[in-house]
C-alpha cells in the first residue's frame, strides 16, 4: 500500500536505498536500461530489474505497473530529447540556409545530435543507442514502438529534405530514411564488428571518423536514388 509521503510502504526494506522520489525513478530507469539493451525486451524480469536498482519488485510496479509500461517509460524517456534537440538542429539549419540546403546539411543535423550525445561516453546513451537498434530490428513489435516514439521527427525530417529537393519523390525519400536508419543505430551500437573486419585500421568507438563519413555517406545515397528516380 502507498503511504501519504508518495513511498510505496515498505518496498525499499531491506534493500540499499539510491534516493527516493524522481531519483529513485531514474535509478530504476537506468537499471532497466541497462539490462534491456543487453538482453532485450523478453530476456529481462522485473525482478531482474529490481535487483540491479537494489529496490522490492513492488516499487516498480507502484511507479510503472507492468514490465510493458516500464520499458516504455525507458524508451520515452531519452526519446523526448532526442526529437527536441533533432527538430531544433533541423529548424535551426532550415532558417540558416534559407534557399540553400542540402541534403547533407540536413542529415547532419538530424544525426549530429545523437553522435554528440554519444561521444560524451555518458553510459545511459550508450546503452539507449543499442536498445533503440534492437527495438528497431524487433519485427512482433519494433515498428509499433519506433512509430510511437519517434515518427514527427522523421516525418520533419522528410518534409525538410522535400524541401531541399523538391524534384524528389517521397517514396524514394522515405526509403532513404529506411537505409539511414539501419545504418545510423548499427553505428551507434559499437558492436566491435568493424574493429575485427578491418583488423583494427577502423575503430567503432571512434565517432568522430564516423561522422565525417556518415552524413556524407547517406547524402550522397540519398541523392543518388533521387537521380536514378527508379520505378518500381
Known sequence: MARAD???????????????????????LDAAESLFSRHGFYGVTVRQVAAEAGVDTALIHYYFGAKRELFDSVFARRAEILNEARLAAMRTYAREHPGAMTSEGIIEAFIGP????????????????????????????????????????????????????PDAELRDLYWAYQFLTGAMMLTLSET???????????????LEAVRVRLYAWCAAGLEEVVRRRPCD
Not at 508518495?6 to 530504476?28: F, V
Not at 519485427?139 to 520533419?156: K, N, Q, S
Open 6 to 28: 508518495g513511498q510505496a510502504g515498505g518496498a525499499l526494506r531491506g534493500r540499499r536505498r539510491k534516493g527516493e522520489g524522481p531519483d529513485l525513478r531514474q535509478s530504476i
Open 114 to 165: 545523437l553522435i554528440d550525445r554519444s561521444l560524451t561516453n555518458d553510459e545511459g546513451w550508450k546503452n539507449y543507442f543499442r536498445l533503440v537498434a534492437l527495438v528497431n530490428n524487433t519485427p512482433a513489435w519494433g515498428g509499433e514502438t519506433m512509430h510511437r516514439f519517434f515518427d514527427p521527427v522523421v516525418h520533419e525530417l522528410v518534409d525538410t529534405l522535400k524541401a531541399a529537393l
Open 192 to 206: 566491435g564488428r568493424i574493429d575485427q573486419l578491418s583488423d583494427g585500421l577502423c575503430r567503432s568507438t571512434d
